[in-house]
């Protein structure tokens, strides 16, 4: 099995190869990945609001207009990678974010845009649970 990456910002995975051979795993790292896949992983910047208690300042500088930007692109990474997922594949989204607007919010929005796709799974992990907030939606091609 191979494992293709791809970042918006290619040095975020510099030393993803070398970490790749050491757990024994075979890493494509491609700047245009064409698909189609069986699973593909969105980890979208947010806000942090799940890493808040760790960084409390961090909601302090956290605009309005930055909070509407960050949906903005959570929504285009959402549709641009949706194409990429190949049939019965499945669409993981994924944030470090407590908040609503960036959890639930966005993946409803998704789905009366991408009918084609169908819940599986949606959790959010609170820091109440001993961690950083932390919020998972699956769904499946259909």
Not at 119 to 132: A, C, F, S
Request: proline content about 8%; aromatic content about 6%.
């Amino acid at each position: 099995m191979t494992i293709t990456a791809h970042d918006a910002l290619p040095a975020r995975m510099a030393d993803l190869p070398a970490r790749a051979e050491r757990a024994g795993l075979r890493i494509a790292v491609e700047a245009r990945p064409r698909g189609p896949f069986d699973l593909v992983v969105t980890d979208v910047p947010c806000s942090g609001s799940g890493t808040w208690r760790r960084t409390p300042d961090a909601k302090w500088r956290l605009t309005a207009a930055q909070l509407d930007e960050l949906l903005a692109l959570q929504a285009r990474i959402l549709d641009r990678a949706a194409p990429l997922v190949g049939p019965g594949g499945h669409l993981a989204y994924m944030t470090c974010s407590l908040l609503q607007a960036e959890n639930d919010a966005p993946i409803e929005a998704f789905h009366a845009r991408q009918p084609g796709f169908a819940p599986v799974l949606r959790r959010l992990w609170t820091p109440l649970e001993g961690g950083d907030g932390f919020y998972l939606a699956l769904m499946r091609r259909t």
